[in-house]
T-cell receptor, first 114, second 114 residues
Framework: KAGVTQTPRYLIKTRGQQVTLSCSPISGHRSVSWYQQTPGQGLQFLFE???????NKGNFPGRFSGRQFSNSRSEMNVSTLELGDSALYLC?????????????FGPGTRLTVL | AQSVTQLDSQVPVFEEAPVELRCNYS??????LFWYVQYPNQGLQLLLK??????LVKGINGFEAEFNKSQTSFHLRKPSVHISDTAEYFCAVSDTGGSYKLIFGSGTRLLVRP
């Protein structure tokens, strides 16, 4: 069974631009979560989607948004990029997102904002 | 709200020596506990998790962890490490009430030397 895939793997943008990252969960998984990983702040939860509905959101500004499609694939969008948005963005999927469920992580998209 | 503290940012150890990576958590509600490993340029992989039952949890690659409710700790141990165990290790918690998110510690870099 294929793992979680994220595209693109690397991305370079300039301040003020917007970016869209994509995540394809493991087949059969309906929950997708997004995390931001930076050296300073560590791993921080962005949001979680299940059956196209956002069930929880972390403490990030409104410039960060996401959505999930009927096939469970998910995208996250960051508008008006800032230098501080440079990070590794990780996507994780699980069968139903229950709090004890194992989350399977993708390799991440490394975003660099210049 | 929950928080996780990983007391050691880096742990150097010689190959075949035992190791313990420390994790303490704070929460006003019941939690589930997890340990994840991240190898360079990869996503996170679940090592083990504690949901309920026996406080000693065995995971993959010879790792184990013990849940201590009175000390709010969940330390990770391995009796004999290998060079290939060099990686970043993250302790995480999630509440049992359905917040659908993981709260991560800042990570401990395990450096195994020959």
């Amino acid at each position: 069974k294929a793992g979680v895939t994220q595209t693109p793997r690397y991305l370079i943008k300039t301040r003020g631009q917007q970016v869209t990252l994509s995540c394809s969960p493991i087949s059969g998984h309906r929950s997708v979560s997004w995390y931001q990983q930076t050296p300073g702040q560590g791993l921080q939860f962005l949001f979680e989607y299940f059956s196209e509905t956002q069930r929880n959101k972390g403490n990030f500004p409104g410039r960060f948004s996401g959505r999930q499609f009927s096939n469970s694939r998910s995208e996250m969008n960051v508008s008006t990029l800032e230098l501080g948005d440079s990070a590794l963005y990780l996507c994780a999927s699980s069968v139903n997102g229950g709090t004890g469920a194992e989350q399977f992580f993708g390799p991440g998209t490394r975003l660099t904002v210049l | 709200a929950q928080s996780v503290t990983q007391l050691d940012s880096q742990v150097p150890v010689f190959e075949e020596a035992p190791v313990e990576l420390r994790c303490n958590y704070s929460s006003s509600v019941s939690v589930y506990l997890f340990w994840y490993v991240q190898y360079p340029n990869q996503g996170l992989q679940l090592l083990l998790k504690y949901l309920s039952g026996s406080t000693l949890v065995k995971g993959i690659n010879g790792f184990e962890a013990e849940f201590n409710k009175s000390q709010t700790s969940f330390h990770l141990r391995k009796p004999s490490v290998h060079i290939s165990d060099t990686a970043e290790y993250f302790c995480a918690v999630s509440d049992t009430g359905g917040s659908y998110k993981l709260i991560f510690g800042s990570g401990t870099r395990l450096l195994v030397r020959p």
